[in-house]
Structure formats: C-alpha cells, structure tokens
C-alpha cells in the first residue's frame, strides 16, 4: 500500500503515486487490483481511521504506518468490498509478514478478527460521528454544508462515487451517432451526455486502448462538465485565443477540434513536464497549437503585445468539484489553502485582463466548488474594472450564482465545475 503511504505521508497526489506503482504490475486484474485498493482506501480514509483508532489500544507510531495501511486495507476488504473473512485476514496477514516488521502479523490478525466481532460498535461509530459517517475531513464537511446546505449530502455522496467514464467525440474526425455504432460492435454500452454535445458517457469505465481509433485521435476522455469549456468560448479559426493554464490539453484540444481543427491558439502552462502532455494530447489528436511554457501570471515575459479575442482561463483550484475522481484531495487540501489559490485566482486574472481584446470573452473556469474560488473571485475583479461585463451563461445545467454558474458533483453525472464569462467593453 506504498501508494496510499506516499499520499498521506509524502504529500505526494494519487495522480504521480499511481502510475509509477502500477508500471511495476501486469497490465490487467492486477492493475484494477491495485486501483481499487488505492482508490477505496483514499476515499474511506477518514472512516477508516476512526475504525483503525477505535480498534487498536494504542495508535501505531508514524513509523509504522505500513502497519495501520495493512490494517485499514484488511478492514475495506472485510467490509467494503466484502471479501470472504478468510481470504481477507490471511492476505492482510501475509503482507504483514513481508514488512520487516515481526510483531504486525500477529497484531493486523488480532485487530482484523476483533473487526469481525466488533461490526456492530464500528457500524454504530459511522452513524454517530459525521466525518467517518460522510468520509471527509471536518474541515471540508463544514466548508460544505456552510456552502450548500441543503444539497450538501448529495455533494457527499457524489464525492464518494465513482465517477463514470465520459468520452469526447472529436468533432473534425467523427460524429457521436457513428462513434456510438462503433462502440457497440465492440460491446461497450455508451449514451449521449445530457449538456455537452462531443459527449457520450460508457456504461462502463475500459481501459482507452479498446476504444476504436482512440490511438489515431478519434476520441479523448473527458469529463461532461470539462467539455462545457469550449462551447462557452465558442473559439472559431477568425479568433486569436489563449489557454492560460492548458496541461494537459483536453480543453486546447477541445477548443481546436470544435473549430473543425485549426485554431490559432496559444498554450500556456507553468510546468515544462506537464506542458510536455499538452503536446502529447495534440500530437495524438492530429492538432498543434502554439505551446509555451510560462506563468500566465507574468506576460510581460512571453505575450507579443497583440490581443485575444478569446482568453480561457481554467485556474488551479482546490479541486472539491472533483473529488470523486481524485479522493487524494481529501487529505491533501488543507482549509488554509483556500485564501491563497482565490489569490492567485485574482492575480491570473488581472494579469491576463490587459490581453484581451475590446469586445472579446473571456472563460473562467475552475474544477472547485468553494465560492471563494469561484464567484467570489468574479465579483471582486467586476468591482475593480468597469470595463468588465459579464455575459450571463444561460443553460439547463448547474445553478446560477451571484456571478456565473456552478455544477455540483454529480449532478446529471457530471464532476464539479464553475465557469463564468465576461465580456471586455469596446471604448
Ligand atoms: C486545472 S489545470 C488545467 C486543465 C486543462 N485546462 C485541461 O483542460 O486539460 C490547471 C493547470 O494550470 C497550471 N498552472 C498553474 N499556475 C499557472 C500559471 N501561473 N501559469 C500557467 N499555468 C499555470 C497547472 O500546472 C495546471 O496544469
């Protein structure tokens, strides 16, 4: 369970702690193995902790971590994934045994039986106490009631989901309806999104290898609520567009295939590696795109002084809209963090306000559902510069807020998603 340590001691995300342990494994079983294991122990973590803390009659020092991971996988396997007792605690039993560690075989047994007497008085601590009933920190279980109130629960149990597979169709090479007849000759079960039209969600996740033309671009995954981006900014190949904060491309792609695949569009991202997966996506879909690795914060340093007509701003967020996808962000997010990314949320946009063209959009997006990232961020900026106007996203999906429009997880299937539009006044 290196995987699940790295995140919760490292402060590593599942992202990067994933596929490094899962190229050491057959593609296959053993994979989705390591997949669901690592997934399911993320999401129940704070669950499983307070099993883990009433089970054991002293906590486990730091340095035996391994030991209470055992622990808490024995304990998914028995009561999440149901796995027959025997199998469960002798695997659990066995790992222990390759720990270095003589002393946890005995103790992972003892614990894990007692688990088994003691399911009535675990159940009974789920119920009563909110952060292991809801499986989130305390933190964030305030931040979401506060917010959403009524809709908070839904939020939760979305967050604890799993999430569907969705696909975009690209437009410039294929069409849904002929796609979705391709799928089915190979036996994949798929249906239309219900807001954004490139998408069709799978009955079933696969690995992207069976899907037909995926290695020549016909088809990229993504989520429904991320592929509302490029309806919004409705780039067509008369604009000159950016994409402020691109890795690793689907918007970019986005954004070209639904301009019949040629775009002026220029591709920033901060990180040299990740820009690196922006070229992989495009090269993949058959597209280019003018990449630059750079802060979009400081365009002093790399903007040539002619304007955009269309600016997508997707920001780094807190990522709560996406917790179901990536259940690391429970437990590395920190309530403290919140005030600092609605910073540099306000500093992106200012400095990429100046870039815009008088009478041009811009989208601003972000994957989180905390106002303050979202349109609070919006309204501040509105506030401070009169030649911002919003256009006002009308859509049957997510709710109007003070300011733009916020998705929820779940909701229609999709992940958590703000976006908001504003216009720059011509003078
Ligand atoms: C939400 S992700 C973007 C997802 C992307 N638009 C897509 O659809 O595939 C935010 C990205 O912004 C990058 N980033 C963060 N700060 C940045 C900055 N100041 N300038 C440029 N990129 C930045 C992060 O490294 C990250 O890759």
């Known amino acids: 369970m290196e995987v699940v340590d790295s995140v919760r001691r490292q402060g590593r995300s599942l992202s990067q702690a994933l596929p490094r342990a899962e190229r050491q494994l057959a593609a296959g079983p053993p994979r989705a193995l390591l997949r669901e294991r690592a997934y399911g122990l993320l ?38 994934l149901r796995t027959p007792d025997y199998a469960a605690v002798n695997e659990a039993v066995a790992l222990a045994g390759r720990l270095g560690r003589p002393w946890a075989a005995r103790l992972v047994n003892g614990v894990l039986r007692n688990a088994q007497r ?35 629960e839904a939020v939760f149990a979305a967050n604890n989901a799993r999430a569907p597979m969705t696909l975009r169709i690209n437009r410039a090479k294929t069409d849904i309806e002929t796609y979705a007849a391709m799928l089915r000759t190979e036996g994949i079960g798929a249906k239309a999104g219900r807001h954004a039209p490139d998408s069709l969600v799978l009955a079933q996740p696969v690995d992207v290898e069976a899907l037909p033309g995926f290695r020549a671009g016909w088809v990229s995954v993504q989520d429904e609520a991320a592929q509302l981006a490029a309806g919004l900014v409705a ?54 795109a003018h990449l630059l690795a750079a802060d979009a914060g400081m365009p002093r340093d ?32 920190r309530a403290s963090d919140i005030a600092g990314l609605a910073e540099r949320q306000q500093a992106l946009l200012e400095a990429l306000w100046p870039l815009l ?20 961020v919006i309204e501040h900026f509105m506030r401070n510069h009169a030649d911002a106007t919003e256009w006002p996203i009308v859509a049957d999906w997510g709710r ?24 720059k006044a011509p003078t």
């Open 43 to 80: 999401r129940y973590a704070p669950r499983l902790d307070a099993w883990l803390d009433a089970l054991v009659t002293q906590p486990l020092r730091a340095r035996d971590a391994p030991v209470a991971r055992l622990i808490q996988l024995g304990l998914y396997e028995l009561f999440f």
């Open 118 to 152: 003691r399911e009535a008085e675990l159940t009974a601590l789920t119920a009563r106490v909110d952060s292991a009933r809801l499986a989130h920190p305390d933190w964030l279980i305030e931040r979401i009631r506060g917010d959403w109130g009524d809709a908070a």
């Open 235 to 288: 780039a067509s190949p008369a604009h000159r567009v950016l994409d402020a904060c691109a890795a690793p491309g689907g918007k970019t792609a986005h954004l070209i295939e639904r301009a019949g695949g040629t775009l002026d569009i220029t591709a920033v991202e901060i990180e040299p590696d990740r820009l690196a997966r922006v070229d992989d996506t495009l090269r993949r879909l058959d597209l280019s």
């Open 302 to 333: 790399w903007w040539d002084g002619r304007a955009y007509d269309r600016i997508l701003l997707d920001a780094p967020c807190s990522a709560t809209g996406v917790i179901r996808r990536h259940p690391d962000i429970k437990l590395l997010r």
């Open 357 to 376: 063209a008088q009478g041009g959009r811009l989208v601003y997006a972000t994957c989180s559902i905390v106002p303050d990232e979202n349109q609070r």
């Open 400 to 423: 109007a807020m003070t300011h733009g429009r916020q998705i929820l997880p779940g909701e229609d299937g999709m992940d958590g998603f703000y976006y908001a539009c504003l216009l």
